[in-house]
T-cell receptor, first 113, second 111 residues
């Protein structure tokens, strides 16, 4: 069964450093998403991506965040200068056009110290 | 804006039936989804309702009333492995828009 994969599973970084979180969506999917979940809280939308551009973003997704699809398979989230409050689980998700289900990857736990 | 309300915790006995309610307020509505999340795991899709009524998938069923802005997830024949957090989530205007999640209901199944 196809699945979304994410690397790394856990990333520890110092405040102010840049991190790149990587995702490989399901191969025939067209819509890609990043969500985050602070420990014990709800899942929050960050950004959606379609046709090589951002289609929607939340107020959390400020100028320090960026996304990219550098090739036909990877989808990345970059945080330019991490802050303590960026510590969270980051989930990548993908969906096919018109489908109601989004498939989530296993997540990357980001710890900013 | 969009907001969803669901109970924070529910406890039920193994083999029993439990219902987790969700009410929502949205500027647009395309459908209500339910996701399961075990501790440390990713959200996993359970069910989806776009129209009023009941959708059944094995031991899990989901109900939607658009006029009441209300839905619920029904879990039957509870098993210990059903202990997890359950999130309702809505989409605003199409099948590809981002999900807006509720805060989740933590279900504990006890023997």
């Amino acid at each position: 069964e196809p699945e979304v994969t994410q690397t790394p599973s856990h990333q520890v970084t110092q405040m102010g450093q840049e991190v790149i979180l990587r995702c490989v969506p399901i191969s025939n999917h067209l819509y890609f998403y990043w969500y985050r979940q602070i420990l014990g809280q709800k899942v929050e939308f960050l950004v959606s991506f379609y046709n090589n551009e951002i289609s929607e973003k939340s107020e959390i997704f400020d100028d320090q965040f960026s996304v990219e699809r550098p090739d036909g398979s990877n989808f990345t989230l970059k945080i330019r200068s991490t802050k303590l409050e960026d510590s969270a689980m980051y989930f990548c998700a993908s969906g096919s056009g018109g489908a109601y289900e989004q498939y989530f990857g296993p997540g990357t736990r980001l710890t900013v110290t | 804006g969009q907001s969803l309300e669901q109970p924070s915790e529910v406890t039920a006995v193994e083999g029993a039936i439990v219902q987790i309610n969700c009410t929502y307020q949205t500027s647009g509505f395309y459908g209500l989804s339910w996701y399961q999340q075990h501790d440390g795991g990713a959200p996993t899709f359970l069910s989806y309702n776009a129209l009023d009524g009941l959708e059944e998938t094995g031991r899990f069923s989901s109900f939607l009333s658009r006029s009441d802005s209300y839905g619920y997830l029904l879990l039957q024949e509870l098993q210990m492995k059903d202990s997890a957090s359950y999130f309702c989530a809505v989409r605003g205007y199409s099948g590809n828009t981002p999900l807006v999640f509720g805060k989740g209901t933590r279900l504990s199944v006890i023997a």
